[in-house]
């Protein structure tokens, strides 16, 4: 089964408006994170946003905010204010357990493909 | 801003050779991870790196295989015997801790198995 689900493989939005680009996630465990990493067409990974499973308030980084919907499992990316530069795929990232057999690793969603136009 | 770095950027094998890809990662990070991302598809774990031992490998990390810290700094993936669908992008990411802490990923190297 899925561990993270993003349900759109591509996404458009006008210039200077908001989008929201979603991600759900299965686990069993309390404790986990949930991040949203983009990949331009560069190819590198930059980290954006993060949220942890016991955070009351959801994350925002700049024009980033995240909206945690605990009971419904989702970590939707809200992007405010698009630019040109946002164009990229978008990655929905979650580490399971916090525990000392925690290895750290992120299982990836299938990302979207967000196109800003001018 | 501290940065993982990764080499070669690009490389073209023959299929059956031995490929190592580099990777420094950042230096008081103390996790490692190797991920691949075949062309167009989603990033894929392979393996993590603890306390100078695998902690976690896929199912993808099979014999063909390894990863090491030779000298403290660096950190390499070595496939022995290249496969066609090796070809693919991979990427070296380290942390400080597992918990909250954020994957720092290089800008991958990039594998074409001929």
């Known amino acids: 089964a899925q561990k993270i689900t993003q349900t759109q493989p591509g996404m458009f939005v006008q210039e200077k408006e908001a989008v929201t680009l979603d991600c759900t996630y299965d686990?069993?465990?309390?404790?986990?994170?949930l991040f949203w990493y983009k990949q331009p067409s560069s190819g590198e990974m930059i980290f954006l946003i993060y949220q942890g499973s016991y955070d009351e308030q959801n994350a925002t980084e700049g024009r980033y905010s995240l909206n945690f919907q605990k009971a419904r499992k989702s970590a939707n990316l809200v992007i405010s204010a698009s630019q040109l530069g946002d164009s990229a795929m978008y990655f929905c990232?979650?580490?399971?357990?916090?525990?000392?057999?925690?290895?750290?690793?992120?299982?990836f969603g299938q990302g979207t493909t967000l196109q800003v136009k001018p | 801003e501290p940065e993982v770095t990764q080499t070669p950027s690009h490389q073209v094998t023959q299929m059956g050779q031995e490929v190592i890809l580099r990777c420094v990662p950042i230096?008081?990070?103390?996790?490692f991870y190797w991920y691949r991302q075949i062309l167009g598809q989603k990033v894929e774990f392979l393996v993590s790196f603890y306390n100078n031992e695998i902690s976690e490998k896929s199912e993808i990390f099979d014999d063909q295989f390894s990863v090491e810290r030779p000298d403290g700094s660096n950190f390499t993936l070595k496939i022995r015997s290249t496969k066609l669908e090796d070809s693919a992008m991979y990427f070296c990411?380290?942390?400080?801790?597992?918990?909250?802490?954020?994957?720092?990923f290089g800008a991958g190297s990039r594998l074409t198995v001929l």
């Open positions: 990232a979650m580490r399971e357990g916090g525990g000392s057999g925690n290895t750290g690793k992120l299982i």
């Open positions: 686990t069993s465990d309390q404790s986990y994170g």
């Open positions: 230096s008081n990070h103390l996790y």
């Open positions: 990411a380290s942390s400080e801790g597992a918990g909250a802490n954020v994957l720092t």
